[in-house]
C-alpha cells in the first residue's frame, strides 16, 4: 500500500513551467505504475501522463505530449511532473495516482491516489 502526497502547485504566467512532486509512503513505491490525472472545473478528471514502476516507459495524454515530462525516484519513493509552455487549459487541480496495471489512463486502473495539488495559469 502506497500513499501520495502531491506538492509544488501554484500561480504562473502562461508559458512558464512548474514541477509536481508526488512523494508517496510504503516500502512497495518501486513495484506501482504511477500516473497523474487533473480535473478542472465543471470538467471530468482527465488523464495527464503515467510511468512504469521502473521508469522505462512513460505516455502521454495529446494535449500535454512535448510539453510535459514524468519522472520518478524509486529511491526517494517520488514522482515528478515537469511541466513546460504552460497553457491557461492547464488550470486544474493535479492528482497523483498508483497502480499496478502498466501504463493504464483510465482512473479505475489506480488503486491510491492524492488529495491534489492546484494548478492555475494565467494568461
Known amino acids: 500500500q502506497v500513499q501520495p502526497v502531491e506538492s509544488g502547485g501554484g500561480l504562473v504566467p502562461a508559458g512558464g513551467s512548474l514541477r509536481l512532486s508526488c512523494a508517496a509512503s510504503g516500502r512497495t513505491f518501486g513495484s506501482y505504475a504511477m500516473a497523474w490525472f487533473r480535473q478542472a472545473p465543471g470538467k471530468e478528471r482527465e488523464f495527464v501522463a503515467a510511468i512504469t514502476y521502473s521508469g522505462s516507459s512513460q505516455a502521454y495524454a495529446d494535449s500535454v505530449k512535448g510539453r510535459f515530462i514524468i519522472s520518478r525516484d524509486n529511491a526517494k519513493n517520488t514522482v515528478y511532473l515537469q511541466m513546460n509552455s504552460l497553457k491557461p487549459e492547464d488550470t486544474a487541480a493535479y492528482y497523483c495516482?498508483?497502480?499496478?496495471?502498466?501504463?493504464?489512463?483510465?482512473?479505475?486502473?489506480?488503486?491510491?491516489w492524492g488529495q491534489g495539488t492546484q494548478v492555475t495559469v494565467s494568461s
Open positions: 495516482a498508483a497502480g499496478r496495471g502498466g501504463l493504464r489512463v483510465d482512473a479505475v486502473a489506480y488503486y491510491y
